[in-house]
Structures are given as C-alpha cells and as structure tokens.
C-alpha cells in the first residue's frame, strides 16, 4: 500500500470519520474513498487540498510520508545541522552577535560562514562550554521589563521538541523574521508552537514548526539598562492563567 492510500485511512479513523463522513466533507462519493484507501484510485488536487486542510498536514507529507508506520514528518530527529561558528585562536568558540540592523541579513547569511566572521563577536564568562551561544539585540518593548538594544544570549537547541513551555526563546524564522519570546511547545499536537509576548500574554499566535529556522534557548542577558521594578511580576498563578487562555485559543483554532 503506498503512503497516500494508508494515510487516508490513517488520518480518517484517527479524525473519527467514516467514509461516508470524509466522502461528503470533499464533495466525492463514499465509494472513490474506498477506492483512495485500496490504492484503486488517486484523489484530483482539489480533494487532496482539502484532506490536507482538514487533517492539517502538509500535501508532501500526505503523498510521501507513511505517518502511520513513521509518526508525524515533523517529529523526526532531522539530519545533523552543521552550525557555523567563529573561533578564537584557540580553537573556541566566540559568541556572534546579531545586531538589530543586522537581523535581516541574518536569514539569509546565518550558514554563510564569511557572513558569521563579519559579525560582531565576544565571549561570556560562567557560560557552559558544553553549547554553542548566539546574542540577539532586541527590538520593541513586547518583553519589558527588557529594553530595546538588550542582548538576549541564547544556547542552540538542535530540535523543536526540546522546548520547554513558558520559557523564552529567540526564534529564527521564514515568516516573523527573528523574534524573542515566551513560546509553548504544541509541536506533537499541532505541529506548531504558540509565542506570546510578556506585556501582551493574552494574545499568543501560533508559528508552524516548518517556518522555524533556529531555536535559542534564552540563557543570559547584557543590558545598559537597569529594570525598573514591577508590582506585578510574572508568577506561577499568571504562567497558570497563560496557559488556560492558550489552551482556549488552541480549541478555537482547531475548531473543537
């Protein structure tokens, strides 16, 4: 049985539809998704458009992928990516900054190794030597108390998977560029994570994990300007409230 055909019917019982159920949501009659499921038959684009929205996968993964045997394309470990780096004369590790103004040549240049040389570079002492490190100056005051111009320091994490929710990441994506925030890891549920900024919590937005470039993990901070302190800092009650209200968002988008 090629991956489609067992796709189809994977994804149908998981969605809990019968064939009759599927067959009227893509305008076909119940028989030709009998005929999907044998291998008899191929689905038109349209209707292959329309499985893929309806069980939100991509149409590659659909056509080529047997998510039943393998699980879901974007849960698997991918191939090693070979990082660049600057290094000192000593064989270790510089930590390369990425200036605001730099940002946007960052998408294209950041596996450019004469791209990353021509950055900015320095070290930090009582880091981990056991990482690789990248500073990102933040722009916009979504973070506060952090200000525009700190420097968020951040470990290299080689997988989605290993983000922790209510943490704060520096995320290199295709779409938002490159953004600083707390993010929620809904990857094995919905293939997506959900960033919220701290002075806005209650409006998070969800970033496909494809869309996702590179992930900093947040380990440090370099900043000319001391916080003020707030009444009212994040505690556990609001980290609570945060995540019951991303919770409800995720029901509405998925339209439970």
Do not use: C
Request: hydrophobic fraction near 35%; glycine fraction near 8%; charge should be negative.
């Amino acid at each position: 049985m090629n991956p489609l055909s067992s796709n189809i019917r994977f994804l149908r019982k998981k969605a809990r539809l019968t064939q009759g159920q599927l067959a009227e949501k893509i305008g076909v009659q119940r028989s030709m998704i009998s005929a999907y499921e044998d291998g008899r038959s191929d689905p038109k684009l349209a209707s292959l458009e329309i499985m893929a929205t309806l069980f939100k996968v991509g149409a590659d993964e659909l056509l080529f992928w047997d998510i039943e045997r393998n699980g879901r394309k974007y849960l698997q470990q991918e191939a090693l990516k070979i990082l660049t780096v600057t290094l000192d004369g000593k064989e270790e590790e510089w930590i390369s900054m990425v200036g605001e103004k730099a940002a946007a040549g960052y998408l294209n240049g950041y596996a450019d190794p004469e791209y990353m040389e021509n950055l900015p570079n320095f070290r930090l002492p009582n880091l981990s030597k056991n990482n690789t490190y990248r500073a990102f100056e933040l722009s916009g005051d979504s973070m506060l108390p952090l200000q525009p111009g700190t420097l968020i320091i951040g470990a290299y994490l080689e997988h989605g998977t290993q983000i922790k929710n209510g943490k704060t990441y520096v995320l290199v994506t295709k779409n938002e560029g490159i953004v600083y925030k707390r993010v929620f890891n809904y990857i094995a549920e919905h293939g997506k994570l959900f960033a919220v900024s701290d002075n806005d919590r209650y409006k998070p937005y969800d970033i496909p994990i494809q869309e996702v470039l590179e992930i900093w993990e947040a380990r440090a901070f370099v900043s000319t300007h001391f916080p003020d302190p707030t009444p009212e800092p994040l505690t556990l009650d609001d980290l609570g409230t945060m995540i019951r209200e991303l919770k409800a968002d995720i029901q509405k988008i998925s339209g439970n």
